[in-house]
């Protein structure tokens, strides 16, 4: 083949099958593939968990919106006034503290006093 038409690559193959056959190096080639797997797989395993927080923070973010939307939502239809700053103070709360809110808005049909 072509290692007995060119002496060049008859030497570099001589030279590749003599390391091939070393245990030393067979044992580096097999440790740096282990290492690429385990690489591989720990690349995998933190995307995966980023795109669970990620998805878990969408959720969180969509559920806050939601009760943002239904308190501006539940004013309106009770006709409690909306105005700027309490739109600005229901941005600010918490999806807790946002439940609550809507529940004393149904219950109490007045915006509380704070």
């Not at 909306?82 to 219950?107: C, D, F, G, I």
Request: proline share 4%; hydrophobic share 40%; glycine share 6%.
């Amino acid at each position: 083949m072509l290692a007995k038409e060119n002496p060049v690559i008859a030497k570099a193959k001589t030279a590749l099958d003599t390391l091939s056959s070393d245990p030393a190096v067979q044992e580096l080639v097999e440790s740096r593939m282990r290492a690429a797997v385990a690489y591989k797989l720990e690349m995998a395993a933190q995307k995966a968990e980023g795109l669970r927080e990620g998805r878990a923070e969408g959720r969180a973010e969509g559920r806050a919106e939601g009760l943002r939307l239904a308190v501006e939502a539940t004013c309106r239809v009770l006709g409690i006034e909306w105005t700027p700053a309490r739109e600005a103070e229901v941005s600010s709360l918490a999806p807790t503290e946002l439940q609550e809110l809507l529940t004393s808005l149904t219950t109490c049909r007045r915006w509380p006093s704070r």
